[in-house]
């Protein structure tokens, strides 16, 4: 096994540039054993809590405010599913699956791969 850190800089689109990062490293599949950072705006898929079917519904939320984040998640044919926590200043957190998201300084990612 091997692992590496991947930052991702301010102002670029973090899954975007971490996929291309992938790309250009080669990795293909791993484990996101950790994100860290901070962004200025994110876009999340939650389930529908009333939901009825299985798989259940799901939807997307963009949020155009500064947080805390932090995650993990796989690298699967260089594509990456990271499931993420982000605490903002008002003390509120945001959870689910991280669509998009811009970076606000940086953003780190430890992935293991073989």
Known sequence: MKSSVIRVEMENNLIETLEKELKKRKIKDGI???????????????????SKKKPPDHFPKTFKIPVELSGNGFISGGKVHIHASM????????????????????????????
């Open 32 to 50: 996101i054993a950790s994100v860290v950072g901070a962004l200025k705006e994110f876009t999340i898929i939650t389930i529908y809590k009333d």
């Open 87 to 114: 605490g903002a200043e008002n003390g509120k957190t945001y959870n689910g699956h991280l669509v998009e998201g811009t970076v606000t300084y940086f953003v780190d990612i430890g992935i293991i791969y073989s």
